[in-house]
Each structure stands twice: as structure tokens, then as C-alpha cells.
């Protein structure tokens, strides 16, 4: 059975994509190359992602999903989860990883807080993920 | 009709450094995903698929990380000898990479072989596992409404190829 589910980003409290923000701040090269991956991920089966660098965190980040991209030497995360809904993927916090540690340092906790607002708010504080 | 994620990508295109980029991260990725999914259909593990060319296992590795982005001629037409596939290589307006970009699927991913064609010739009924395997596609706008595509149907609806 092949599922594809579609991505989300998440908005803040003054309905800020700060997913599409940080995305832009990125050097364009950089930027084409996440973007390309994330359309490239909402078409193939949900259960084969984990073969294409997406990985289920542990430790602090337990059960966070990071979507892995190198770009040059830079190490990019993306850090998702599976809802709010059933079917759904969520993109919470984007940063780098640098030395084996998730910068900024406090991507796990925030993830985990927006994770609630999420969930909270379903339908107030996810949109659509915009490609570009 | 344009799709959304279609327009999003198309307004994107306007910077040249961005489009270029993104061009060359779609093949890539594309290729990554490709390899491993036509080497999974052969249920061949990676070292099987590296013995049939003289590789190493971490090479096949290398090849299926769409993050490494080296794949040469050489290897894609060895590579489409070994899972019996063309390859088509060709310069196309960046109209038609959005095309390409959001219409992926996974016999498109994993297209049939010689020999697959053959039977599906023959028969007119696709019958291996992968194409007639459901996809369930999720509405975005509404995660309740899930729509139920059987690829052997919409296979029997494609102009099937004339093998000689």
C-alpha cells in the first residue's frame, strides 16, 4: 500500500509561516535544494521516506522527525511529525547540525512546544507547505 | 488547472541562481530514488546490484543518497542495462521540469522493465506487484477525504508501448 501524505509547515501566533522564513533566509542554491527534496518527499509512500535521510530522533528529541539534507558543508535539518492528523506531516523548526548537535541547540524543546500549539489548534496554526 | 505547489514553483523559477538549482537537485533526487527503487523491485540487495557492475556495496550506497549528486553517464547507462530500462537524457524547457517535478509517481519512479512490458503487452493487464499496488492519496485541505487510485487501473487507461 503506497501513502502519500501531504506537508505542512507551522505558524506562529501572529500567523507567521516560520518555516517559509527560515527557508528564505537560506542561500538560494541551498534553498532550491530544500525545496526540490520536500516536493520530491510528498510523492513518494510516507513508509519509504526513511530511505531517502528522514530520521526518527531520539533522546531529547524522541519521536521528532528530521528530514536530512547536506548542502556543500552545511547539514540541514528539518524537524517534523506525523500529524496533527492522521496522514498529515508537519514541519515545526528548521536549523543546522554542526558537530552532532541540532543548532539552534533548543530545536527539540521548541518542536515539542509547537507540537501542542499544533495539535491545540489544528486548523489555526499549520498551513499547506509553500513550495517556493 | 495550475495547482498551487505548480504556481508556488513556477513563481520561484523568476531567479535564475534558484532554478538552476533546482533543476540539478531534482535530478538528483529523482536518480537517488530511482535506483533504489528499481534495485528493491529486483529484490536485490545492494551488493548484488554492485557485483553486476564491478562495484563496491558503498558505491551503490553512494548512488541511492540524493545528497550525492555524481552520478555520470556511465553509470546510469550500465545502470539501465542492469534493470533492462532506457534512460533518456535531454534538455527540456523548465516548464515541463515543473511538470515532471509534480506529477512523481511510483511507476514512474520504478518504471516497468523490457520484460514486464512484454507481459503487460501480451496481456493487457498489469499484473506485477508494483503496478497494481493502491496509492492513497491524502487531500490536503482535507485530511478525511482520502481518494483510492489503483495504478493497474490507470495503467490499463496509458497508451501501452508496441514492443517489437
Not at chain 1, 14 to 37: F, M, S
Not at chain 2, 114 to 139: C, K, M, P, R, W
Amino acid at each position: 500500500m503506497v501513502v502519500v501524505i501531504p506537508i505542512f509547515d507551522y505558524i506562529d501566533k501572529d500567523g507567521i509561516n516560520v518555516i517559509r522564513a527560515w527557508l528564505d533566509q537560506q542561500e538560494t542554491k541551498a534553498k532550491a535544494k530544500l525545496d526540490a527534496r520536500l516536493i520530491t518527499l510528498e510523492q513518494i509512500n510516507r513508509t519509504e521516506w526513511a530511505k531517502y535521510n528522514v530520521e526518527v530522533l531520539k533522546g531529547d528529541k524522541d519521536g521528532l522527525i528530521a528530514i536530512k539534507v547536506s548542502y556543500r558543508r552545511n547539514q540541514y535539518r528539518l524537524i517534523g511529525y506525523d500529524g496533527p492528523n492522521r496522514w498529515e506531516f508537519t514541519l515545526l523548526v528548521c536549523g543546522k547540525e554542526q558537530n552532532n548537535k541540532y543548532i539552534p541547540l533548543n530545536m527539540g524543546r521548541q518542536a515539542f512546544e509547537r507540537i501542542a500549539e499544533v495539535n491545540a489548534n489544528p486548523t489555526g496554526r499549520k498551513i499547506r507547505h509553500d513550495f517556493g | 488547472m495550475i495547482s498551487d505547489k505548480e504556481r508556488q514553483i513556477i513563481d520561484s523559477l523568476a531567479n535564475k541562481e534558484y532554478r538552476e538549482a533546482l533543476a540539478i537537485e531534482h535530478v538528483n533526487t529523482t536518480l537517488a530514488i530511482q535506483i533504489r527503487m528499481m534495485r528493491e523491485k529486483h529484490q536485490w540487495k545492494q551488493s548484488d546490484l554492485a557485483a553486476h557492475l564491478g562495484k563496491h556495496q558503498e558505491t551503490v550506497s553512494q548512488w541511492e543518497n540524493p545528497d550525492y549528486g555524481r552520478h555520470s553517464m556511465t553509470t546510469l547507462k550500465a545502470l539501465a542495462t542492469a534493470f533492462d530500462v532506457a534512460l533518456l537524457v535531454k534538455f527540456i524547457p523548465f516548464s515541463e521540469l515543473v511538470q515532471d517535478m509534480v506529477n512523481l509517481s511510483e511507476i514512474r519512479l520504478s518504471p516497468p522493465s523490457f520484460g514486464e512490458e512484454q507481459y503487460l503487452t501480451s496481456t493487457s493487464v498489469a499484473v506485477t506487484s508494483n503496478l497494481t499496488e493502491d496509492v492513497i492519496v491524502i487531500d490536503a485541505n482535507n485530511p478525511s477525504l482520502v481518494s483510492t487510485l489503483n495504478i493497474s487501473d490507470k495503467t490499463k487507461t496509458r497508451k501501452e508501448p508496441v514492443l517489437a
